[in-house]
T-cell receptor
Framework: AQSVSQHNHHVILSEAASLELGCNYS??????LFWYVQYPGQHLQLLLK??????LVKGIKGFEAEFIKSKFSFNLRKPSVQWSDTAEYFC???????????FGKGTRLSVIA | DAGVIQSPRHEVTEMGQEVTLRCKPI?????LFWYRQTMMRGLELLIY????????DSGMPEDRFSAKMPNASFSTLKIQPSEPRDSAVYFC???????????FGPGTRLTVT
């Protein structure tokens, strides 16, 4: 069965600091990878996704993620965070076909002034 | 499109009462997913449907939980009888057959006292 690990439970950063959130998955086959964001009190929204091709994918709001197949990783990055990036971030994976997304436990990001 | 619609947004009920959560997926989407989100367990998949047919309900906690999808535009998740440990945010998500990302509704925050 697939599983997703997000090693950071809570990250606190100052505004303008760089961000990297770790995500590792366990599945040996072809996967689709996603990052979702959940702002306080809101539903999950898609931040970016990787299906194939260039392993460096760019998403909304200046976020990007890099797929490293050899490390089974899909880390999320942003060069300079803003207070408005305060949210919970979820990494998710599924395999080809109609399988549901499997989510990591999430990483809470708090950006302070 | 209005997105995935869930009702009610908030539900407070007493232990032992029946609770029914409702979901309207995005028009044209053929897969529907019910998730539960708690602080302790994160996002858990409860059940999902493809073309209105339940495919995997192994995530449903126990017999008190049931889900139906009578047609392509409506699904319900029922808890009978409800217990305090069922308190959580319940999300519905839908997906188009040609895509892999899931679109989430705003969630129903359930509190069982």
């Amino acid at each position: 069965a697939q599983s997703v690990s997000q090693h950071n439970h809570h990250v606190i950063l100052s505004e303008a600091a760089s961000l990297e959130l770790g995500c590792n998955y366990s599945y040996g086959g072809t996967v689709n990878l996603f990052w979702y964001v959940q702002y306080p009190g809101q539903h999950l929204q898609l931040l970016l996704k990787y299906f194939s091709g260039d392993p460096l994918v760019k998403g909304i709001k200046g976020f990007e993620a890099e797929f490293i197949k050899s490390k089974f990783s899909f880390n999320l990055r942003k060069p300079s965070v803003q207070w408005s990036d305060t949210a919970e971030y979820f990494c998710a994976v599924n395999t080809r076909g109609n399988t549901p997304l499997v989510f990591g436990k999430g990483t809470r990001l708090s950006v302070i002034a | 499109d209005a997105g995935v619609i869930q009702s009610p947004r908030h539900e407070v009920t007493e232990m032992g009462q029946e609770v029914t959560l409702r979901c309207k997926p995005i028009s044209g989407h053929n897969s529907l997913f019910w998730y539960r989100q708690t602080m302790m367990r994160g996002l858990e998949l409860l059940i999902y449907f493809n073309n209105n047919v339940p495919i995997d309900d192994s995530g449903m906690p126990e017999d008190r939980f049931s889900a139906k999808m009578p047609n392509a535009s409506f699904s319900t998740l029922k808890i009978q009888p409800s217990e305090p440990r069922d308190s959580a945010v319940y999300f519905c998500a839908s997906r188009d057959r040609a895509l892999y990302e899931q679109y989430f509704g705003p969630g129903t925050r359930l509190t069982v006292t």
